[in-house]
T-cell receptor
Framework: QKEVEQNSGPLSVPEGAIASLNCTYS??????FFWYRQYSGKSPELIMS????GDKEDGRFTAQLNKASQYVSLLIRDSQPSDSATYLC?????????????FGKGTHLIIQP | KAGVTQTPRYLIKTRGQQVTLSCSPI?????VSWYQQTPGQGLQFLFE???????NKGNFPGRFSGRQFSNSRSEMNVSTLELGDSALYLC?????????????FGPGTRLLVL
């Protein structure tokens, strides 16, 4: 059973600070990693994708991947109240997609004004 | 470019009925994946269609089925509805299959089974 683990939170961060979200995965052969943001009552929207070890930056967001440790993280700099949402980590499986994307249950992030 | 669309957005059904949900992918995307989202289980993979063929299937009973048409639009069907089928059903499209490429989600269909 492939698993993706996230701390459910809530994670409370002051406005303007850095929010750090973490995710571990069990399938060592996974190649594709995604962070989605989901507002209450809405569908997930893509924040970042990352495929190689290291950091990938896009605006205020930085995704970090460490395949040896089977660990993915998302940093949000200069956090804004509009960043308050549930953040889902998703990982593809190494078996050609037989299991689709495996999602963590999400971290609920609250940015306090 | 238009995003993924799903119809209907909301549905109320009773136990034992069947339901069909529709998904139109982003233009040029050939893969459509379906997911079920519930508060307890989170997002779970139902199946994926690529070029009208079911490529992958999650761990759901046979009451859940789907198909894809030549224009890449997809439908999923749930027969003999149970209370536990109440959920948000999401479809996602991507250019390729296998979960390697980014999947973009539609707004979802919220199904309530009474």
């Amino acid at each position: 059973q492939k698993e993706v683990e996230q701390n459910s939170g809530p994670l409370s961060v002051p406005e303007g600070a850095i929010a750090s979200l973490n995710c571990t995965y069990s399938d060592r052969g996974s190649q594709s990693f995604f962070w989605y943001r989901q507002y209450s009552g809405k569908s997930p929207e893509l924040i970042m994708s990352i495929y190689s070890n290291g950091d990938k930056e896009d605006g205020r967001f930085t995704a970090q991947l460490n395949k040896a440790s089977q660990y993915v993280s998302l940093l949000i700099r200069d956090s804004q109240p509009s960043d308050s949402a549930t953040y889902l980590c998703a990982v593809n499986d190494s078996g050609g997609g037989a299991d689709g994307l495996t999602f963590g249950k999400g971290t609920h992030l609250i940015i306090q004004p | 470019k238009a995003g993924v669309t799903q119809t209907p957005r909301y549905l109320i059904k009773t136990r034992g009925q069947q339901v069909t949900l529709s998904c139109s992918p982003i233009s040029g995307h050939r893969s459509v994946s379906w997911y079920q989202q519930t508060p307890g289980q989170g997002l779970q993979f139902l199946f994926e269609y690529f070029s009208e063929t079911q490529r992958n299937k999650g761990n759901f009973p046979g009451r859940f089925s789907g198909r894809q048409f030549s224009n890449s639009r997809s439908e999923m069907n749930v027969s003999t509805l149970e209370l536990g089928d109440s959920a948000l059903y999401l479809c996602a499209s991507s250019r390729g299959s296998g979960g390697v490429e980014t999947q973009y989600f539609g707004p979802g269909t919220r199904l309530l089974v009474l």
